[in-house]
């Protein structure tokens, strides 16, 4: 069975971090996949954000966090992560883990950041 289990979301202040963590199970080899994250704001399309997009780890990033996210990926623990610097009242959102290979996707049920003053 497949699952994508995120963690880390939670209330923050402008300026504030966030690490959000993706555990994932039942994808083998995990290091074969394609991941990233996702967010999704209420009444809006859901967005990636940031992805690992070959396996010798290069990255792309939406231009709203560039320089303010990095995401990684641990093929020993199966766990992406997405590191969130600098947070604005726009980075509000469900953040969603996704995992990817030869079309079959795989997604998570998302956890929510919310940044307030």
């Known amino acids: 069975q497949v699952q994508l289990v995120e963690s880390g979301g939670g209330l923050v202040q402008p300026g504030g971090s966030l690490t959000l963590s993706c555990a994932v199970s039942?994808?083998?080899?995990?290091?074969?996949?394609?991941v990233s994250w996702y967010r999704q704001h209420p009444g809006r399309v859901r967005e990636r954000v940031a992805a690992?997009?070959?396996?010798?780890?290069?990255?792309n990033y939406a231009d709203s966090v560039k320089d303010r996210f990095t995401i990684s990926r641990d093929n020993d623990k199966n766990t992406v992560s997405l590191e969130m610097n600098n947070l604005e009242f726009d980075d509000t959102a469900v953040y969603f883990c996704?995992?990817?290979?030869?079309?079959?996707?795989?997604w998570g049920q998302g956890t929510q950041v919310v940044v307030f003053s």
């Open positions: 039942g994808l083998t080899p995990f290091n074969m996949y394609a």
């Open positions: 996704y995992a990817v290979r030869y079309g079959n996707e795989y």
């Open positions: 690992i997009i070959s396996a010798a780890g290069a990255t």
